[in-house]
């Protein structure tokens, strides 16, 4: 495929190809897929693959994952299932698909997760076209994917996102809508000391446990990425705390570190 870079993932124990125009990964679904609770041979889906990077990240760490990624550009789709191979997986795989109306029977999977477009609908559009449609949120984008995601997964499955933190109320209420419980948010600061841009919003189906806040994780200090997110940007690790199923044997889950202190300087 032309305008496509190469690179790694998890300290590049994963090889992994990217559109050189469009949107481009970061850390954000390599953080996404560290909290899903998924076992050997559960059945994931993801909404939004892009070119594959969640769902690559949590098949590396769970054995025998069966997964699917839906993706709007047939491209991308293509592009995801280049990755899926080259690594090996072959249990995972994308296709081209509407997240707003997934090709799905209800209650088809264990767990599903997404990084839903949340550019304001009135900002300037990017003039890369495809970058903009992989950002840029409708007035009734975030509970249309959710409605959908919440339609698909069974009950006491889990339901993962990764959204701005303005947007973690809008989640909530939608997750609410869809009879979710146990929803749990866990806040990324940039630097101790500072707000968090982003956060990752767990929740339950069908779960009647009541919402918590995890103590989050600092993604940078003086030195660079902290230990903590090291531990799960680059080995994979999973992040433990989330109001969700137990993980699966074997398994290494991280403890989110205790809270920032305010009076702690940022760098």
Request: net charge positive; glycine share 10%; aromatic share 4%.
């Amino acid at each position: 495929m032309a305008g496509v870079s190469s690179g790694g993932l998890l300290g590049n124990r994963l090889t992994y190809r990217q559109s050189r125009a469009g949107h481009r990964s970061g850390f954000e679904p390599v953080l996404l897929a560290a909290v899903v609770p998924a076992r050997a041979g559960d059945i994931v889906l993801e909404s939004g693959t892009g070119a594959g990077a969640a769902l690559l990240c949590l098949a590396a760490r769970v054995p025998e994952l069966r997964g699917i990624g839906v993706e709007r550009l047939p491209d991308l789709a293509e592009l995801a299932n280049e990755n899926f191979k080259s690594n090996g997986f072959d249990k995972i795989s994308a296709i081209r698909g509407d997240a707003a109306a997934l090709p799905f029977p209800a209650q088809s999977f264990d767990h599903v997760l997404a990084n839903p477009p949340w550019f304001n609908p009135a900002a300037t559009p990017s003039p890369d076209t495809a970058r903009d449609l992989a950002h840029r949120a409708g007035a009734d984008t975030l509970a249309g994917w959710i409605a959908e995601l919440g339609r698909v997964v069974k009950p006491k499955g889990s339901l993962s996102l990764i959204l701005p933190a303005a947007s973690f109320a809008a989640a909530a209420s939608c997750l609410t809508g869809q009879k979710c419980g146990a929803i749990t948010l866990l806040p990324l600061w940039p630097r101790a000391g500072m707000a968090a841009k982003m956060v990752i919003i767990t929740a339950i189906k069908a779960s009647r446990a009541p919402a918590g806040i995890l103590p989050g994780l600092v993604l940078h200090d003086a030195h660079g990425i902290t230990p903590a997110a090291q531990a799960v940007l680059r080995d994979g690790a999973a992040l433990a705390g989330s109001a969700t199923p137990p993980a699966a044997p074997g398994t290494t889950p991280i403890s989110a570190p205790a809270a920032p202190r305010a009076d702690r300087p940022s760098h």
